[in-house]
């Protein structure tokens, strides 16, 4: 087995944590001259505004680089460890790797196992891609996607996975030692289902690459599909209305937390139209963190996308100290007002009525369902000289703890 080390503790890494730290307190000189100047002025220079602007680009940046640097160490590649390597499998295993190697390369489909898809149609079958391969594919998706790296994950063997939920727990009480025991209210439940939809993709490659020995087929494979299936996934766990497609957080009812009922997502309103309140907007967020129940926020975190992010960067508190802070080390993340911050792109941006930011214990809140089987289907024809590798993964996803998830409505109320 190779050893390999964390991304946390390689050259680019600290580069690129060094590269954050600096930029930020850049930032932080900048942006405290621009509130001076208000302050004083009640309005900044705009070169001075220019200049905050630059330097936030450059802070958010810094910021991609490290996450990018995080994540690359996280991938795994196949050979690496004998939970997705070959070099620990058994005979039978071996064989499926060479079976599957035969079959990319050439078409020969002995020792395949056929999957017919649920037209008759010859062009609709596939063939299971092998254990080492489906494992692989996942464990890279959960690197390369914010949703899988913070919501709950379940591989499923059928197509839609039932999950009942309590949405009122056993009641109970206090009685005397000989008192009567009354008859409590039995919990209510309700069942979830959570359906899964194919997600395909479709990468080509010529025959030279095929006939290349020196090519890993299922590490290139799994590297071709992981940021088309990672793109997809994040925009439908964020916004997918769940027609063909895992259903987005964002989907569901969002109803003012006040009001809040199982079924619905609870909002806190911005305090302003369309934008953040004018007077202290940092409350607004502080009550944001407080909508849910205490049991979610030791494992909260904020979602919204790198503009917002731009934006609450600016924000300060009560003492003057800035609520977002860099990430400490390289391997962890930004925050907000000391909870995690993710960036998933696909959120809205601020807006009118816009749910820009959210808030809650996600692994609690949202469950992806993994269909168990990954299929890929050769093509040789239809983009000559190319071979497509017609790749589909049966993905769903919802929410199933409408308490665990709350969002920031950006309306006066």
Known sequence: MKETKTASGTPEARAAMHEMMAAFEAFKGANDARLDEIEKKATADTLLEEKVARIDHAVS???????????????????????????????????????????????????LELKAGLSTASNSAGYVVPEQTERAIERRLMAGSPMREIASVRTVGAGVFRKPVSTAGLAAGWVAETAARPETDPATLALLEFPSADLYASPAATQSLLDDAL?????????????????????????????????????????????????????????????????????????????PK????????????RRTVSAVRKFKDSDGAYIWQPAQRPGETASLLGYAV??????????????????????????????????????????????????????????????AIKVMKFAAS
């Open 294 to 305: 205490a049991r979610y926020r030791p494992n909260g975190r904020f979602v919204m996308n």
């Open 215 to 291: 090519i890993d087929l299922d590490e290139w494979l799994a590297s071709e599909v992981e940021d088309a299936f990672a793109a997809q996934e994040t925009t439908a766990f964020v916004s997918g209305d769940g027609v063909n497609k895992p259903k987005g957080f964002l989907s569901y009812d969002v109803v003012a937390e006040a009001a809040h009922e199982w079924g619905k997502i609870g909002y806190v309103a911005s305090g302003a139209a369309g934008a953040f309140a004018l007077s202290n907007p940092t409350d607004r967020l502080i009550d944001l963190v407080y909508a």
């Open 61 to 111: 940046s810094a910021q991609a680089r490290l996450d990018r640097v995080v994540s690359e160490g996280r991938r795994p590649e196949l050979g690496l460890t004998p939970s997705v390597g070959f070099a620990a499998t058994s005979p039978m295993k071996g064989e499926e790797k060479s079976a599957f190697d035969g079959y990319l390369k050439t078409g020969a489909s002995f020792g």
């Open 342 to 403: 993710t960036e998933i792109e696909t959120m809205p941006d601020v807006g009118a009525d816009a749910a820009a930011i959210a808030f809650g214990d996600f692994q609690r809140g949202y469950l992806i369902v993994d269909r168990a089987g990954v299929r890929v289907l050769r093509d040789p024809y239809s983009a000559k000289p190319y071979v497509l590798f017609y790749t589909t993964k049966r993905v769903g996803g919802g929410v199933q703890n409408f308490d």
